[in-house]
């Protein structure tokens, strides 16, 4: 388990230099969604698989959205890719902060034991996810309704944007 947590974790930071390093939108949003499900995969080996499993849906969903607006806002017909020379630069220089921010951590941090949230409570019989999922159908029941919905309606606004050559109002083609 130790090595598949840590391979979720090396994945995760991938992703975000991957989301960070690359001007397009196409493979930003493609290393973006990488990230999402590395990330609802630590969520799960950690223990709150629906907290795991509502991020997942909830972030998708929004970055499908988001993707659809970038993809109807962004003209270049070659974009660049994460071989060309100006991205790997900052695939560098991002790696590059990444080992030093973490080794100054190892360092500086070394003395003291990390405790996660789960094991800190001594004798509960209840998990901390499960109390939040009564919490959110309860008292956040309506907030989820009206995220859905407005989900919903970006999701046409953004159809009714890019729907063709012609009737688009935002395309340069």
């Known amino acids: 388990m130790t090595y598949v947590m840590l391979m979720l974790m090396v994945s995760f930071i991938l992703g975000l230099v991957a989301v960070a390093s690359n001007p397009s939108p196409y493979f930003a949003a493609l290393g973006l969604v990488v990230s999402a499900g590395v990330g609802c995969g ?3 080996g950690l223990g709150s ?7 997942f849906l909830i972030y ?8 659809a ?6 003209a270049e017909p070659y974009p660049e890719s994460w071989g060309d020379w100006s991205v790997l630069v900052y695939v560098i ?4 902060v990444i080992f030093w921010v973490g080794y100054n951590f190892v360092v500086g941090w070394s003395w003291g034991g990390w405790v996660g949230g789960e094991e800190s409570v001594e004798m509960s019989m209840v998990r901390g996810d499960f109390s939040g999922v009564a919490l959110l159908y309860s008292w956040g029941g309506g907030m989820l309704i009206l ?3 407005m ?3 970006t999701l046409f606004v953004v159809l009714e944007l890019t729907r063709g050559l012609s009737w688009g109002s935002l395309r340069t083609v």
């Open 42 to 44: 630590l969520l799960v």
């Open 49 to 55: 698989s629906f907290l795991s499993l509502v991020l």
């Open 60 to 67: 998708l969903g929004g970055m499908m959205v988001v993707f």
């Open 69 to 74: 607006y970038t993809a109807a806002l962004a």
């Open 93 to 96: 220089g991002y790696f590059s």
């Open 147 to 149: 995220g859905g919905w």
């Open 151 to 153: 989900l919903l309606l």
